[in-house]
């Protein structure tokens, strides 16, 4: 059973390696593109897996669910689990955002001052307890059709939060991160994006992270200049019903 589910994400995985791979070549790029390997939904012994298969990049969309697996995954295997990156890529309340500080080593969806504040709250927290805690690098999660109700900061407002944080001692302002509007061409949209990825950066040199693009949508994304793809399904199947 086990050996089947590790054979299975082996084979998934490198399908998506090769559509990375494939997609850069095809838009004539040779930087690289992270891959976040979104688990949300499925168990740590996916994770287990997919550490062993030498996955880096590990992505959770829900806070309390993350939390859990970040425990488990360092009672399970404290080598492997040293090797993980954790990446927090859905909304976060700005009443948990101190406590995910402790646990991230990279937040995609930054879209308040709030959460930010949270953010650097917690950071500084675990700065004080343990050493080796560096500033938390953080991508601003952008609105584009402005209905901020599934998360992100407008275009308008992006400029101010990206000041904000850039101001704040705890955390790294790394870049910019989208989920397209369901309607529309999503090349389209991803186009768009860069455009405010590439007006960010202007503004904070450093700023140059793109976190663009999920399994429906790898080729796209990279045509747009997505440095970091999130994709779930495409390696894990489909997430049980909850
Ligand atoms: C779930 C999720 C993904 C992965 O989506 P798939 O379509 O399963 O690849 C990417 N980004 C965010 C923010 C998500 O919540």
Do not use: N
């Given at each position: 059973m086990t050996d089947t589910r590790a054979t299975e994400l082996a084979a998934r995985l490198a399908e998506t390696r090769e559509r990375v791979d494939a997609a850069r070549a095809a838009a004539g790029r040779t930087d690289e593109v992270d891959l976040v390997v979104v688990t949300k939904f499925h168990p740590v012994t996916d994770v287990l897996h997919l550490a062993r298969l030498g996955v880096r990049d590990v992505g959770e969309n829900r806070v309390q669910e993350a939390a859990g697996k970040v425990d488990d995954l360092a009672a399970a295997d404290a080598g492997l689990a040293a090797a993980v990156r954790w990446n927090m890529v859905g909304h976060i309340q700005s009443n948990k955002a101190a406590a995910v500080a402790g646990w991230?080593?990279?937040?995609h969806s930054v879209d308040s001052e709030k959460v930010a504040n949270g953010l650097e709250r917690g950071r500084a927290r675990a700065a004080d307890e343990r050493d080796g805690v560096t500033p938390l690098p953080v991508l601003l999660q952008l609105s584009l059709d402005g209905d901020t109700s599934r998360g992100g900061v407008t275009r308008e407002d992006l400029p101010a939060l990206a000041d904000h944080v850039a101001g704040?001692?705890?955390?790294?302002?790394?870049g910019l991160m989208v989920v397209p509007p369901?309607?529309?061409?999503p090349a389209a949209h991803f186009a768009d994006a860069a455009e405010v990825a590439a007006a960010l950066r202007r503004r904070?040199?450093?700023?140059v992270e793109f976190s663009a693009g999920m399994s429906g949508d790898i080729e796209e994304a990279i045509a747009a200049g997505s440095t970091c793809v999130r994709v779930g399904t495409a390696i894990l199947g489909p997430r049980p019903v909850v």
């Open positions: 991230a080593d990279r937040v704040l001692g705890h955390l790294r302002l790394a369901l309607s529309g061409d904070h040199p450093d700023a």
